[in-house]
């Protein structure tokens, strides 16, 4: 079946550090990937996404590539802010429509 | 306007009652979703709907039945809950393999 497995967290960053969240996927057929984040008390929303081996998704700053070699879709910010901080969700759509997400990684910004 | 809205956005109640979340989209989707996120974060898929017929229905104990009257509402109605069942729920709605949107949560607290 489909799975995702995404970097362990928390992870925690200075402001303007540079972010990397590493994302891998399983899947048979071809998915579209995406990057959902969740602020605190609120739900998931679509952060980007990418529906087609080498596409770059980007948003606020954010961009992850859809790598087919590597079965990856590493998120990546040069610079984070506090307002980035959050738990992160990769996640994978197959054509059944079901979408399968990876663990989350909670991620904190200090000043 | 909200996309999807959920209701009630906290509920606490005790173990063996019966209750139920609403959700509503006004994206004109045909696909609705529910989800259940632990205390650690994990979303897992509970049930999918597409124009009112359940499309997934995953492990989920049968004490667990959703509703949906018409397309843009999805119900879920916990019978004899559980204090396993203590968790935020998230409607969401989309098309096939594309982006989900999800509700606010609804808290579940089961004392």
């Known amino acids: 079946g489909n799975s995702v497995t995404q970097m362990e967290g928390p992870v925690t960053l200075s402001e303007e550090a540079f972010l990397t969240i590493n994302c891998t996927y399983t899947a048979t057929g071809y998915p579209s990937l995406f990057w959902y984040v969740q602020y605190p008390g609120e739900g998931l929303q679509l952060l980007l996404k990418?529906?087609?081996?080498?596409d770059k998704g980007s948003n606020k700053g954010f961009e992850a590539t859809y790598r087919k070699e590597t079965t990856s879709f590493h998120l990546e910010k040069g610079s984070v802010q506090v307002s980035d901080s959050a738990v992160y969700f990769c996640?994978?759509?197959?054509?059944?429509?079901?979408?399968?997400f990876g663990t989350g990684t909670r991620l904190t910004i200090i000043p | 306007d909200t996309a999807v809205s959920q209701t009630p956005k906290y509920l606490v109640t005790q173990m063996g009652n019966d209750k139920s979340i609403k959700c509503e989209q006004n994206l004109g989707h045909d696909t609705m979703y529910w989800y259940k996120q632990d205390s650690k974060k994990f979303l897992k898929i509970m049930f999918s709907y597409n124009n009112k017929e359940l499309i997934i229905n995953e492990t989920v104990p049968n004490r667990f039945s959703p509703k949906s009257p018409d397309k843009a509402h999805l119900n879920l109605h916990i019978n004899s809950l559980e204090l396993g069942d203590s968790a935020v729920y998230f409607c969401?709605?989309?098309?096939?393999?594309?982006?989900?949107?999800f509700g606010p949560g609804t808290r579940l607290l089961v004392l």
């Open positions: 996640a994978l759509s197959d054509p059944n429509e079901k979408l399968t």
């Open positions: 969401a709605t989309g098309g096939v393999g594309e982006t989900q949107y």
């Open positions: 990418a529906t087609k081996a080498d």
